[in-house]
């Protein structure tokens, strides 16, 4: 499986901007789609993930109430809105294949939460916060 991001770029403070992430070449029944950010200095963040079998999700509270994970078949979009100067930085999607339902909406808190290893991470895109 690959993951193939795109939306990112330039935006203001308060600004709105959509990433996409697809998976691609899967085999497997479902997957779990993750969102993370990496800044200099710091860990790489898990920001919002979420189940292809029954779109649940998780978004850390850091974002929480700005950032709105969804997915479609084999996308999931990040929806960021009322963007603040912090949360510029590099995002990355990650994806967990699975052939279990279950698992798959387990893996949102293993991927997001727990930090597990995944089978596949985006090249990373850039997303600048500047008036």
């Known amino acids: 499986v690959q993951a193939v991001e795109s939306g990112g770029g330039l935006v203001q403070p308060g600004g709105s901007l959509r990433l996409s992430c697809v998976a691609t070449?899967?085999?497997?029944?479902?997957?779990?789609i993750g969102w993370f950010r990496q800044v200099p200095g710091k860990e790489r963040e898990g920001l919002s993930c979420?189940?292809?079998?029954?779109?649940s999700s998780y978004t850390a509270d850091s974002v929480k109430g700005r950032f709105t994970i969804s997915i479609d078949r084999n996308t999931a979009f990040l929806q960021m809105d009322m963007v603040k100067p912090e949360d510029a930085g590099i995002y990355y999607c990650?994806?967990?294949?699975?052939?279990?339902?279950?698992?798959?909406?387990?893996?949102?808190?293993?991927?997001?939460?727990?930090?597990?290893?995944?089978?596949?991470w985006g090249q990373g895109i850039q997303v600048t916060v500047s008036s």
């Open positions: 990650a994806i967990i294949e699975t052939t279990f339902q279950d698992t798959a909406t387990e893996n949102v808190q293993n991927m997001c939460v727990r930090g597990r290893r995944v089978d596949s």
């Open positions: 070449g899967t085999t497997f029944r479902y997957w779990t």
């Open positions: 979420v189940s292809s079998s029954d779109g």
